[in-house]
């Protein structure tokens, strides 16, 4: 396991069992001590008790030569987290893409950061609606698993799965990153909303076309519609948009309530992926000519360029229109 925050570690939890060792690699050593020694994540996933058999490193040496590695660093250090396992994984080695974004320098998805870095990796997407907490206390939870190659896509889901935790088998796995990656973008124009008292029906109707942003963009890079309605798009959206735990929802609600953008992430040290996601998510619709206007004004509000309200204002008054996901 690739980062020990707290979809690492719940992961790590939920795949350690008989018969099946897991590593968990942290990059703060007091996380790794605390987990070896008491059993608690107590900085990223704290109070909840952790099998004593899951062992945790700092060493990345100890994730050389695996049967198969998560990655679940967040998506602006997934490339350098994969580029020290450079020269030691073997060919077809099946690396779980697990973190939600997309990379702001290069605008590139985890599957295309784990081409550059480990081209001899066998590529899968998990994602879905899975709030750590909820997996690491065996909440049943389910998530799409998206694999390149079908076999492996098998035994994966033979290591994985569990009566509580149940991945579903797909091959794909752009439009399963897709889903990931603007989701967080919309949970934070869906806590804006609720935020400033604009109230359910306006949440629900940013949902729905939140949606339709997030399928046009899927059509257009070449990825499946249906992907869109299944659990790494229409599942996540409604979990991420509906719920204070979503890092994102709970980034915008702030927002909507009139705190600003740096006072937000100063409070926390957790990651909340859309705020760097919806500027390249932003940047990359534009070269593509697909009109995300939620996705924009999250990207315009978080770059400084309007205020809250300004953005409220120009969806509001954007002309009627059809009802389709193509315009
Ligand atoms: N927490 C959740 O419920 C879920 C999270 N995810 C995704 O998993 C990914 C990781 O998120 P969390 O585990 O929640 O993170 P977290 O917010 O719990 O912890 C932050 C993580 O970032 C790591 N980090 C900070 N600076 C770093 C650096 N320079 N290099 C490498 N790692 C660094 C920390 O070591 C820590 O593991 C994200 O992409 C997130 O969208 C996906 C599904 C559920
Ligand atoms: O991806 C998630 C649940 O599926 C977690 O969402 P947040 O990162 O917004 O907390």
Known sequence: MIGGGAWGTAIAQMLCREGQAVILWCLEAEV?????????????LPGVPLKPAL???????????QDALFAVAPAQHTRTTLAALKGHI??????VLCSK???????????????????EASPAVMSGPSFA???????PTAVTLAVKDESIGDELIAAISTPTFRPYLASDLLGAEIGGAVKNVLAIACGITLGKGLGRSAHAALIARGSAEMTR??????????????LSGLGDLVLTCSSETS????????LGRGETLDSIMAARNAVTEGVATAPVLRRLARQKGVDMPICDAVAAII?????????ITTLLMRPNRAESVLV
């Open 32 to 44: 790794a001590d605390a987990i070896n020694s008491t059993h608690e994540n107590t900085v990223f």
């Open 55 to 65: 062992r945790a490193t700092t060493s990345v040496a100890d994730l050389y030569d």
């Open 90 to 95: 073997s060919p077809g080695t099946p690396v």
């Open 101 to 119: 974004g997309i990379e702001l320098a290069t605008g590139k998805f985890m599957t295309e950061v784990l081409a550059d870095e480990l081209p």
């Open 133 to 139: 907490i909820d997996v690491a206390k065996g909440l």
């Open 217 to 230: 963009l899927a059509l257009a890079l070449g990825a499946e519609r249906e992907t869109m309605a299944g």
């Open 247 to 254: 890092r994102n929802m709970s980034c915008g609600l702030a």
């Open 303 to 311: 770059e400084g360029e309007i205020s809250v309200d300004e953005a």
